[in-house]
């Protein structure tokens, strides 16, 4: 045998995605390739068209490892662009249109990208992107994606200088030469992609994925979703993350129909879903919240597929999305791995549970998927295997070709998680069941330690999405001077629900009733919407930040802006200045106590005045704690002050009814 363990041309030919293209010309090339309002392509012509669209990139001096970026939402120029720009030998790096236009720039320079199709409605976001470019920053040369759009262009900065286009994509399409013979990859490990991370944790990263390895990745997708011949799927998901899970890719593999939108909302999609029979869609939690919640939604007729990644789906809403005739799949994956890490694979047997054991089986992550080598939870000081117990908790590694080569330009956070034992770390808390499935339980970031004790945000949010009124939940910690950390949960509500919504002091009775009190939101915060990444993922980064801006959970908190004013030091009387506070914004009113007497630590010296504190949290009834006074504020009107003696200093209870 030794000396047949040599690869061999004929069984090394680098493997690439962009093959698929040329098979659903020869095997689908009378079928639909891409609908997108009056326009429908073929395979066939979708084929001719990324050909055409590659020579003329080509003929631009477009060469072997260049950056190409596209700025654009779900339109055919996009799906085009994922085999056009790679047939060049070019890298394909798909940007978040809903980036800041400072975003925008620093990611262009960071890739060093040489050209850069943009969008109609993208056009002052890519000026505005440009002008922050430094005096003698080579710029990208610029193709317009123009279509018959109605909706007004977004303004320009004013200071920004107009920028020029060379052609539009439609010119390239013409102009270009069907028979351009594509640039095949060296090796199977040549870049096909370069995609920067969500920003849900951090500042975006930029991810490298080969050929080889987005070819394994397309097939594993089609093979868990037991995806068929032909499907039709809507794009709810873009495109430009992840590049769509590999799912534009794999339709030319299977023949399938790519539905194209630039935007969507719940009732939308049941529109397409009926008009176009849609089979598959897949998006973040906030799709399923759309279908779950748009009113008068009416049972499928047929059956379609949703596959959903981000943040488990509360069981409620999988409950409800069952009942209207969707299948949900949820799945565990991110940028790095190069789509998804494991699915929840089910079992018949679970079809005759209740369906609320259904649901909450469905919302574990699962197991890993075909083309995944190896999936762990491990201990990550150790790198050894936790118990499958369902308790234990460690971080999510993995092995295996769809693995990312690395990050751009930095080999510190390459080497941080891709490690010399031969995993990937992705810094994803989880637990392992006694029957192999995995369940995550948080970003490592997004775990809450309270008292020493580790709090699973998601599971306080699922106790959240139970209430009738919550749209949305997202819970982060927020600073505590005694506990270190309490759990501070932000919600949306549903449409309708706005006009009689529950109170915080509700929403924290709602969850002491079902919730370890360890684990009770301490803040409950009422917002219109909450900050999400493009692709419907919430920004618990942002969350964090608002949370820890908003002081210790032991800081006072008044209805409106309560300015405060407190002394204290050692055992003895508490200032002269005692407690005042101004009404703003429907604020009450508390003054004129001039000192609370010290208690049984008896008659220490008087304290001194404290620094005024601005508290601007205008949500219910928590304890605070400014300067050396410890204050409890439960209601509007103030009816007995209680002082007692701590150690060195004198904490005051303010008792109300």
Avoid at 266 to 295: E, F
Avoid at 467 to 477: F, K, L
Wanted: proline letters at 7%.
């Amino acid at each position: 045998m030794e000396e047949l363990k040599k690869p061999r041309p004929a069984n090394s030919d680098p493997e690439t995605p962009l093959g698929y293209l040329e098979r659903a010309a020869t095997v689908y090339g009378d079928c639909t390739s891409i609908i997108y309002k009056n326009t429908t392509y073929t395979w066939s012509q979708t084929h001719l068209r990324c050909l055409r669209v590659a020579s003329s990139i080509a003929s631009l001096g477009i060469k072997r490892h260049d950056v190409v970026s596209v700025l654009a939402p779900n339109v055919p120029a996009m799906c085009e662009l994922h085999f056009a720009v790679p047939m060049t030998g070019a890298v394909l790096n798909t940007l978040n249109l809903r980036l800041d236009h400072r975003t925008i720039s620093i990611l262009l320079r960071h890739g060093e990208s040489k050209l850069v199709f943009v969008d109609k409605l993208c056009k002052s976001l890519i000026q505005d992107a440009i002008s922050l470019f430094p005096p003698g920053t080579p710029i990208p040369r610029l193709v317009l994606i123009d279509d018959d759009t109605k909706e007004a262009l977004p303004p320009p900065l004013s200071s920004s200088p107009a920028v020029d286009f060379l052609c539009t994509y439609e010119d390239m399409v013409a102009n270009g030469d069907p028979g351009f013979e594509w640039v095949r990859p060296l090796s199977g490990w040549d870049p096909l992609v370069l995609n920067y991370t969500s920003g849900t944790t951090s500042s975006p990263k930029g991810v490298v994925h080969s050929h080889r390895g987005i070819f394994i990745s397309t097939l594993d997708s089609l093979v868990d979703w037991v995806m068929p011949k032909r499907p039709v799927f809507l794009w709810t998901l873009p495109m430009f993350h992840g590049n769509g899970w590999t799912y534009g890719w794999g339709m030319a593999a299977v023949g399938g129909t790519n539905i194209c939108l630039r935007k969507f909302d719940g009732p939308l999609i049941h529109r397409l879903i009926k008009a176009h029979k849609v089979t598959h869609l897949c998006g973040a939690p906030v799709v399923l919240n759309m279908l779950a919640n748009t009113p008068a939604a009416e049972p499928l007729t047929h059956r379609v597929f949703i596959q959903v990644g981000g943040a488990p789906p509360p069981p409620v809403v999988l409950k409800r999305m069952e009942s209207l005739g969707f299948v949900v799949s949820h799945g565990y994956g991110m940028t790095e791995a190069g789509g998804l890490i494991a699915t929840c694979e089910w079992k018949p047997d679970w079809d005759r549970l209740p369906e609320s054991e259904r649901a909450r089986l469905k919302s574990r992550q699962g197991v890993r998927t075909v083309g995944r080598n190896q999936v762990d939870v491990v201990d990550p000081k150790t790198g050894r295997s936790v118990k499958r117990d369902g308790l234990t908790m460690g971080e999510v590694a993995v092995k295996g070709g769809c693995v990312m080569l690395g990050y751009l330009k930095d080999p510190v956070g390459t080497a941080k998680c891709l490690r010399d034992d031969g995993w990937f770390y992705t810094g994803d808390v989880a637990v392992m069941h006694p029957d192999g499935y995995l369940e995550i339980k948080d970003r490592s970031k997004d775990v809450i330690i309270s008292g020493g004790e580790n709090l699973s945000s998601l599971e306080v949010e699922s106790v959240l999405y139970t209430h009738p009124a919550i749209n949305e939940a997202a819970v982060v910690a927020r600073p505590d001077d005694y506990w270190g950390e309490t759990p501070c949960a932000f919600v949306s509500l549903k449409e309708g629900i706005r006009g009689s919504k529950p109170s915080e002091k509700e929403m924290i009775a709602y969850c002491r009733a079902k919730l370890p009190h360890f684990m009770v939101p301490k803040t409950v915060v009422f917002q219109e919407d909450l900050p999400k990444t493009a692709t419907g993922k919430i920004q618990k980064f942002i969350l964090r930040e608002t949370a820890k801006g908003m002081g210790s959970a032991r800081a006072g908190r008044i209805q409106g802006e309560v300015e405060l004013t407190s002394g204290g030091e050692k055992n003895g009387n508490v200032g002269n200045e005692g407690m005042f506070g101004k009404s703003i914004g429907g604020g009450n009113r508390y003054s004129g106590y001039n000192g609370v007497p010290g208690g049984s630590g008896g008659n220490g010296r008087s304290g001194k005045p404290g620094n005024p504190v601005n508290v601007s949290d205008p949500v219910g009834a928590n304890s605070f704690r400014v300067a050396a006074a410890e204050f409890w504020l439960k209601s509007e009107k103030l009816t007995k002050i209680r002082a007692t003696t701590r150690k060195r200093d004198s904490a005051i209870s303010v008792v109300t009814n």
